[in-house]
Structures are given as structure tokens and as C-alpha cells.
């Protein structure tokens, strides 16, 4: 949880986003994003410039699919500090509309307009209105695997027509911060399954035959070795990667762009 800067020229919540330089403020920010490393870096700017862009609360969340068992999420928060406790003690995340709505649509919308269908999402909707969400615009941030990996951005206000002039420059921008803020999170999911599974250049090298469809003959004429060798260091780096085999160690070395 990181507060908001506050009194920020040009882009303070309660100010329509009409002043000639918030675009290029917004912009600058979002543009440190693709260099960043450091999280608390990536959180400054990512605060800075969802505040440029008129929210006073913001989330990030990021759903990545490993199989039908496993999946991983990470999120960010802004703003009132009671609504990840919320989320988590409702344990919404299953049924949490706008990660639904990011999962199978790529415009941005406003959070009323996407529907919620069960007493679980409108409990959600409740809390959201209620902790910084009256107002929301709902981001997807969309990935070559489609539901697998995907990625949402909610901008939040307390005023509930906050969203509501439909502006370009901001809907433009939005969905650049999504964007970056879902790379960001990509590398550090490939960063942190890097460290822990210690593979190596050699190993990603296998998983690239195997995503070509080169079979274990054909990849040992290529590294001039025997075919059971391959066999064999495929079954260590399925270990590594906790894969039952080399085709789900493949699409889990691509979810986490290790390829």
C-alpha cells in the first residue's frame, strides 16, 4: 500500500484533466515504468500517474493461469487502506467482475456497466462504491495467452461521475499504464521463477527446440549428443519448473516469458 502525493499541479483528484500539460506529465511517468526495476520506483510513478489521470484510488492486478490447480496473482493498491483487507477477507479474487470482465474483453469501461451476477460480486460492487471505487474505470491490460495471463487496472474515485466524459487522452493513457504496469509484473514473475528454479541459458535453450516441435532425435543431432540425453534433460528441467512434462514446462516458460 502506497498513499497518494498530494497537491499535485494540474493533476489533483477533484480537477478535470484538462490542463495542457497533464497529458505530458501522465506520459512521463508512464514512460519510467518500462525502465524501472525497483518496486518502490515503480509504485512512485505508478501513483503519480494514476493521479495525473484524475483517480484518488487505484488498483493493479495481474492473474496468471500455471494449470487448471495453480495460479498466480499479484496486486497493487492505492488509496483507502481498508480495500485489499476487504478483498481478501471476501476472497473475491474468483469472483472479482472487473478481473472477469479484463479476461474476456480488451476496452476499457466503466465499472457500472459491466455486470455482476451473483451475491458474491455485488458484495464486491458494495465495497468498491463504498472504499474509493463510487467511480471506476476498469483497464484491461491483454497478453498473447489470453485468460491466462492477463492483467487489469481500476482507476477509483469517490465522486461517482468522475469517469464519465469519456476523454481520449485519458482513455489512451490508461490503457498505456495498464500495459506497462502489466510488463513490469511479467518481469518480475520471470525474475522471481529465474531465481527460484535456477535455470539456466542452456535450459531455456531446450525448452526453445521443444517450442519448435523438435523432437529429442532431432534436438540431439542438432547438439551432437544421444537422443536419451535430451530425454533426460528435459526430465530435469520438468522437475525444475514442476512440470509433468516438456510440453507444460514449455507453455509455463511462456505464461512467465522465460521465452
Known amino acids: 500500500m502506497l498513499p497518494y502525493p498530494h497537491g499535485h499541479e494540474n493533476g489533483s483528484p477533484g480537477a478535470p484533466c484538462n490542463a495542457p500539460a497533464w497529458g505530458l506529465q501522465a506520459f512521463e511517468e508512464i514512460l519510467k515504468l518500462a525502465t524501472l526495476g525497483e518496486r518502490e520506483e515503480v509504485l512512485t510513478a505508478f501513483a503519480k500517474a494514476t493521479q495525473l489521470l484524475g483517480a484518488t484510488a487505484a488498483t493493479f492486478l495481474s492473474f496468471v493461469q500455471d494449470d487448471a490447480l495453480l495460479a498466480t496473482y ?13 478483498y481478501a ?29 451473483s451475491p458474491k460480486q455485488r458484495a464486491f460492487a458494495e465495497s468498491a462504491s463504498r472504499l474509493g471505487y463510487a467511480a471506476a474505470l476498469i483497464v484491461p491490460a491483454p497478453s498473447p495467452q489470453g485468460s491466462s495471463r492477463v492483467g487489469v487496472l481500476c482507476l477509483g474515485h469517490d465522486v461517482e461521475t468522475r469517469f464519465d466524459d469519456g476523454q481520449a487522452i ?44 523438435r523432437s529429442s532425435k532431432a534436438i540431439a543431432g542438432l547438439l551432437g549428443t544421444e537422443a536419451k540425453t535430451i530425454d533426460c534433460r528435459f526430465q530435469r528441467v520438468c522437475a525444475k519448473l514442476n512440470a509433468p512434462n516438456r510440453r507444460t514446462a514449455v507453455r509455463v516458460a511462456l505464461l512467465y516469458g522465460l521465452l
Not at 499479484?74 to 476487504?86: C, D, K, Q, V
Not at 514473475?189 to 535455470?199: A, S, V
Open 74 to 86: 499479484r496486486s497493487i493498491h492505492l488509496g483507502h487502506p481498508a480495500w485489499p483487507t476487504e
Open 89 to 117: 477477507q471476501g476472497n473475491w479474487l474468483t469472483e472479482d467482475p472487473w478481473l472477469a470482465y479484463a479476461m474476456r474483453e480488451s476496452e476499457p469501461a466503466l465499472a457500472r456497466d459491466i455486470p455482476t451476477s
Open 170 to 213: 485519458r482513455l489512451l493513457l490508461t490503457r498505456s499504464l495498464a500495459m506497462e504496469m502489466h510488463e513490469w509484473v511479467r518481469r518480475t514473475l520471470r525474475d522471481d521463477l529465474l531465481r527460484r528454479t535456477g535455470l539456466s541459458q542452456t535450459d531455456l535453450s531446450l525448452l526453445g527446440h521443444e517450442l519448435a516441435g
